[in-house]
């Protein structure tokens, strides 16, 4: 019964995107072969497999956001025992490899020579530890830049102003699009957007110091495919000294909520080597520890054996020294 709903609900799921298999590329343009991801998970989940591995880690490098026709990475990271990795393009397989050593730094790294429209879109990935797989990790939305006209970013009622006031960022395009978008730059993660043809508005506010920094926006037809960046515009908030109330808080605002929303792959990669990295001194203190007592037990060792060989020397001495003793009459 298991087997046959397994199978069941994996072609169901084939079927469903049997229609999109012409974006079945892999990375670097190579055709792999069609494996659908969510009817893998449906057949992995209903199996009689009782270990759940922990979900990998995938970012890009340099950004997100590449230029048309620059070289970009895709890197996945999984548990220190993982021996394979696949790589997933839109839910199908676009390719996989295993990762040249184990351990805590236990990375692979997917290459794509030149970002194109067919490259651009979601991808996941997954991990092998023995005969296991695990859950697929976040979606990574990778996206085309430099595909359309350059916006033109402007901010009302100006680019500096007091904490507490309500600031609208614009972002014009010359041809109509469908979509835009507004980042923040030291920023990755979700940008804000808004649907409309030539002209949206971001409304932010009220300000605080936490807004402070420079801002870009971009036009674009398609989720993955966007325009040049506008010219940055920075955001300059002055505190109100006279009002206390207005102190930065973490929950000040929608736009407070997306600043602190926007936390990267990168940053947990980070917070988990450091969490092995604790892990791996506890491990080495303890052995060194053991090696110290060992050391001890060795040198004590050593002390008793010499002292019971003294021991027996002298013994032996003072028995010769009587059988050697004259006998009287």
Not at 45 to 73: C, E, Y
Request: charged content about 20%.
């Amino acid at each position: 019964m298991t087997s046959t709903l397994s199978a069941l609900l994996y072609l169901g799921e084939f079927l469903q995107v049997r229609e999109t298999e012409s974006r079945g590329l892999g990375v670097g343009g190579n055709m792999s072969h069609c494996s659908c991801l969510p009817g893998l998970y449906l057949s992995q989940t209903i199996s009689t497999q009782k270990q759940i591995l922990s979900k990998p880690i995938i970012w890009a490098k340099p950004d997100f956001m590449i230029p048309k026709g620059m070289r970009v990475l895709i890197l996945c990271q999984g548990t220190p025992e993982a021996v394979e990795y696949q790589l997933y393009f839109e839910g199908h397989l676009s390719a996989q490899q295993s990762p040249k050593q184990l351990g805590r730094r236990n990375i692979v790294m997917f290459h794509i020579p030149a970002m194109t429209l067919l490259t651009a879109g979601q991808y996941k990935c997954i991990y092998r530890s023995k005969e296991l797989w695990s859950n697929p990790s976040d979606p990574l939305d990778l996206v085309i830049t430099e595909m359309y006209d350059t916006p033109t970013l402007s901010v009302h009622p100006g680019p500096e102003v007091t904490s507490g006031k309500n600031v609208t960022f614009y972002c014009q395009l010359g041809t109509a699009t469908n979509k835009f978008f507004l980042l923040k730059e030291g920023r990755s993660g979700r940008p804000q957007h808004r649907y409309g043809n030539t002209q949206v508005e971001f409304p932010m506010g009220p300000v605080t110091t936490a807004h402070r920094g420079t801002y870009r926006c971009f036009g674009s037809y398609n989720n993955h495919a966007w325009s040049f960046p506008s010219e940055p515009v920075k955001l300059l908030v002055t505190e109100d000294v006279g009002d206390t109330s207005l102190a930065p808080t973490e929950h000040n605002s929608f736009s407070d909520l997306w600043d602190l929303d926007l936390l990267t792959t990168e940053a947990e990669f980070q917070q988990d080597l450091g969490l092995w990295d604790h892990t791996a001194q506890n491990l080495l203190r303890i052995g060194l520890a053991f090696l110290v007592l060992v050391a001890l037990m060795c040198l004590l060792a050593e002390d008793w054996l010499w002292r019971k060989r003294a021991q027996e020397k002298a013994n032996g001495n003072d028995t010769e020294k009587i059988s050697m003793a004259p006998v009287q009459g």
